[in-house]
């Protein structure tokens, strides 16, 4: 289920948007990032997802062999709910978490946001970019529809739906791989995009972002 809730994402959200955009636009909305922060933070995100939703459901196939070589060791003292190195080799799901209806709500979830971020996305007409491009004509600053409740609610939705897709396999890869992302998001929020939009917008953006929430509505206004 996580790695079909992955494949939708990339395939909707990245593959189907970029054809739609260059459909109705004439042009590729994939950008390189510009710099080497730029490309660590990426490297954040896009390691985030493919940590969440590859690594850990394969580590989870990988894992019960490793646990049986492991078996032999000695117990450890109990670390976050497991009692041996090799119980947590096997990558076995956070006991805590480890609840079917937080496995169906996590994946009801996952699969709502990819929606959102769909919509999110077309309602950036053709502003819309992966990520910025300091180099290009300004876009035009996107303040209605869902970008009138939060100023990022595509990063919103990414950061929730991968929190989600962590609970439908919470192991610790996927907790790891959570944590990446909403780490990426902020930095890419906070220390590449709202610079460069004050910069190109000026008091626009600034008077914008004085009433908007940065992720959720009225959280986040810059003052």
Known sequence: MTLALTAALLLTDLVARAVVH????????????????????????GGAI????????L????????????????PVPELV????????????PVPALDEPALQIAGAALAGANIVVIFVCQHAMGPSFRLTIDPGENHPALVTGGPFGLVRNPVYAALTTMTAALALTLPNLLALAGATAMLI???????????????????????????????????LGRLR
């Open 22 to 45: 260059r459909h109705h636009f004439g042009e590729n909305p994939l950008r390189w990032p510009a710099g080497a922060f730029h490309w660590c933070v990426g490297v954040i995100r």
């Open 50 to 57: 493919l940590v969440t939703g590859v690594a850990a459901p």
């Open 59 to 74: 580590a989870e196939l990988v894992g019960p062999r490793l646990a049986a070589e492991l078996s032999g060791l000695n």
């Open 81 to 92: 709910g497991f009692q041996s190195l090799a119980e947590l080799a096997a990558l076995h």
């Open 184 to 218: 990426g998001n902020e930095l890419q929020v906070r220390c590449i995009e709202e610079p460069y939009l004050t910069r190109i917008h000026g008091t626009a953006y600034q008077e914008y972002a004085a009433r908007t929430g940065r992720f959720l509505p009225r």
